[in-house]
T-cell receptor, first 113, second 113 residues
């Protein structure tokens, strides 16, 4: 069964702390996405990766294909980082050409000043 | 600026009434998607379209209908057959190539009166 699990569901941190959000998936994938959903509901794509590591500003995303696991790290966290972070994957065994994504349920991050 | 525009932001529906959610994009993307988001759950695919005048059912298409008469527009109609329509609806688009990120709109929150 194609599943995506994120942990933790909720995370509260103090400003400046190093944040890690985890994503595990059940079977092989062709790509993994990290998305950020703002309180108003809009979603922004942060990273798309299929191997290794990507970095953008204070955000770092890593993926371990063998362990079927990805992490999103935020360094020097700030209250404006407060949002829901969503992991989404395209499984290799997805049927059709929809490039369908399977989404995790999200991690609510709150960074306190 | 290019992007995806969803309207309205909030929508209220009476029992037995059909309502249509608008999604317009000026990114020149071929593929467009409609997702439903419920509290504590990952996004679920309702319908998708890869080219004009063609669309396919996603995982939860029952009670919904779509059209794709223009490349820029992919409206979603929530029909009276959808028994639990209260949710947050997100529209997305992507270039019609493998492993390209999806761009999301700001969403429409639908509630039943």
């Amino acid at each position: 069964k194609n599943e995506v699990e994120q942990s933790p569901q909720n995370l509260t941190a103090q400003e400046g702390e190093f944040i890690t959000i985890n994503c595990s998936y059940s079977v092989g994938i062709s790509a993994l996405h990290w998305l950020q959903q703002h309180p108003g509901g809009g979603i922004v794509s942060l990273f798309m990766l299929s191997s290794g590591k990507k970095k953008h500003g204070r955000l770092i995303a890593t993926i371990n294909i063998q362990e079927k696991h990805s992490s999103l790290h935020i360094t020097a966290s700030h209250p404006r980082d407060s949002a829901v972070y969503i992991c989404a994957v395209r499984f290799l065994n997805s049927s059709g050409s929809a490039r369908q994504l399977t989404f995790g349920s999200g991690t609510q991050l709150t960074v306190l000043p | 600026d290019g992007g995806i525009t969803q309207s309205p932001k909030y929508l209220f529906r009476k029992e037995g009434q059909n309502v249509t959610l608008s999604c317009e994009q000026n990114l020149n993307h071929d593929a467009m998607y409609w997702y439903r988001q419920d509290p504590g759950q990952g996004l679920r695919l309702i319908y998708y379209s890869q080219i004009v005048n063609d669309f396919q059912k996603g995982d939860i298409a029952e009670g919904y209908s779509v059209s794709r008469e223009k490349k820029e527009s992919f409206p979603l109609t929530v029909t009276s057959a959808q028994k639990n329509p209260t949710a947050f609806y997100l529209c997305a688009s992507s270039i019609h190539r493998a492993d390209q990120p999806q761009h999301f709109g700001d969403g429409t929150r639908l509630s039943i009166l």
